[in-house]
């Protein structure tokens, strides 16, 4: 299979029917990232954000993407969050924020955010955020989660493997709905 972005190159990762090289790869994720910062969450040059950073595949690649692409933001990666700041970083992947937002629906609560903290990996899966890792041969810890959370994530991945995508569109639905 070849690469969807270059065209030219063999693709050696294939994550949710999306087939890259490596270096597409990278770059689409880091643009993904980037993205999401800029876009979604308005987060401008010398605005003082923080990290909260628990060694999980997402958090190394945010302090990746963030060390070298934006270079500009005065960040600070912390291990317990300081309200100081004007932004949190939150590691969150796309599957984080999906079953966060499942688990308050199955107990029948509202959902609501902090407007400080930001989840710029909300578009990134677990599968995406290890891969990320991997290549660049950064180290990560796995992330703990609850029962219910790992429950609800078997749940979306066992839905992806019958509908490649699906885990996409749940979370552009519930940014449809965030806006609402
Ligand atoms: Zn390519």
Known sequence: MICRKCGKRKATVNISSNPYCQ???L???DKRIRKTL???YN??????IMLLDDNSAGAIVLKNVLDNALRNYNFKVLKRINKSYNKIVIPATLEDYVSDYL???????GWKKN???IFPLRNVLDAEAEKYCMIKKLKFSKKERDKYMLDIIKMLDNIEKSYPGVKFSMMKSIMVMEKL
Do not use: L, S
């Open 115 to 117: 407007k400080k903290e």
């Open 23 to 25: 270096g597409c790869f």
């Open 27 to 29: 770059k689409v994720v």
């Open 43 to 48: 987060v401008k040059i010398r605005n003082t």
């Open 103 to 109: 688990g308050a629906v199955f107990r029948g609560k």
């Open 38 to 40: 800029r876009v979604d």
